[in-house]
Nanobody, 118 residues
Framework: QVQLVESGGGLVQPGGSLRLSCAAP????????MGWYRQAPGKQREFVAR????????YYADSVRGRFTISEDIGKHTTYHQMGRLKPEATAVYYC???????????WGQGAQVTVSS
């Protein structure tokens, strides 16, 4: 079973920055895209950002565009999610995912708690 390893969550003050990482197994020979969703307490999971693997084409939710940056390290099968100018409403569990092909179901990470509070 494929497992993604997330790291980098924590507590940050409003206006601060935080970086999340998501590593997929190196034995994978096909990755179509990787990305992030988040789920705040009492809310549905929502899309945050994704990147087409190997193409470095990023896509962002309107709510984070200009403040969050997604990037990839192909050799490490890792995607990074740099979050800047964080707001309290960004508090959520952030889940990374990967898809092997455009028609594949997503494989999810275990989630990383991000709390934005003073």
């Amino acid at each position: 079973q494929v497992q993604l390893v997330e790291s980098g969550g924590g507590l940050v003050q409003p206006g601060g920055s935080l970086r999340l990482s998501c590593a997929a197994p190196l034995y994978l020979n096909s990755i179509y895209d990787m990305g992030w969703y988040r789920q705040a307490p009492g809310k549905q999971r929502e899309f945050v950002a994704r990147i087409l693997y190997g193409d470095s084409s990023p896509y962002y939710a309107d709510s984070v565009r200009g403040r969050f940056t997604i990037s990839e390290d192909i050799g490490k099968h890792t995607t990074y999610h740099q979050m800047g100018r964080l707001k309290p409403e960004a508090t959520a569990v952030y889940y990374c995912y990967y898809a092997a092909a455009v028609t594949s179901s997503a494989i999810w990470g275990q989630g990383a708690q991000v709390t934005v509070s003073s």
